[in-house]
């Protein structure tokens, strides 16, 4: 009952995942990402320790494939689960429960991967990467809703269209953005919009937080309003 695309972005070095479906806050329980290491979704009849556990996992440097084989190995309702994961290096495992429902399935493509069911068919994850890839010259977020979007207009979850999240972490622990659309009508083009919403301050406010190299972060609010109002006039 969702598709969701894992990628990495080479040139920033970020992780992203996004997500829709025809479900209440699909944001919540699909999406897991740790910073430097990799992202896994979890989804059909969803088992939220597939990305609880398998965050751990992804931090002890297993690979995908092994994280996949210990997760389903350990649960007995496997056959209604779909996982997929992407490892900091390329690497990509998936597993689709035999009781997950048609259309599902799987597609790995260079740096990113594509899963879903409850599909409207094999299109929509082809089109979801056919953009992808179409559009490598975008900063990360706006591919994955490109993306998203093509994989949509291909026919998306058969039953509709409900929620859809965008998920990305750069070098640090906390996310560089979180945005979820819990329960609209055109749940994609309020993620669009909300992702444009974000560049115009989130985007600029971020570079003055706190990290593991500069734990104070900037806390100058004369240099914060600058740069703010200086992203203003530019919008």
Excluded at 180 to 188: F, I, M, N, S
Aim: glycine share 12%; net charge negative.
């Amino acid at each position: 009952m969702t598709w969701s695309i894992i990628a990495k972005d080479d040139r920033s070095g970020q992780i992203g995942i996004a997500v829709a479906t025809r479900f209440f806050a699909v944001g919540a329980r699909v999406p897991y990402i740790v910073a430097g290491r990799g992202g896994i979704a979890t989804q059909a009849l969803v088992n939220p320790y597939y990305g609880i556990d398998g965050a751990t996992l992804l931090r002890d440097g297993r690979h995908p494939r092994d994280i996949v084989q210990r997760l389903t190995a350990a649960d007995p309702g496997r056959e209604s689960r779909q996982i997929h994961i992407l490892d900091h290096t390329g690497q990509i495992a998936a597993h689709t429960g035999r009781d997950c429902i048609d259309w599902c399935g799987h597609l790995e493509g260079q740096g990113f991967s594509v899963a879903g069911n409850m599909l409207a068919g094999p299109q929509v994850l082809d089109e979801t990467a056919n953009a992808y890839v179409a559009n490598s010259g975008q900063p990360l977020a706006q591919r994955l809703i490109a993306a998203m979007n093509a994989g949509e207009a291909a026919g998306g979850d058969k039953r509709g269209r409900q929620s859809a999240a965008l998920l990305i972490h750069g070098t640090e622990e906390w996310s560089e953005l979180d945005l979820r659309v819990d329960d609209h009508a055109d749940p994609l083009s309020e993620l669009a919009r909300l992702e444009a919403v974000s560049r115009r301050h989130w985007g600029v406010f971020r570079q003055f937080m706190p990290t593991r190299d500069n734990p104070a972060g900037i806390t100058d609010r004369a240099i914060i309003d600058a740069g703010l109002a200086a992203s203003a006039g530019r919008t």
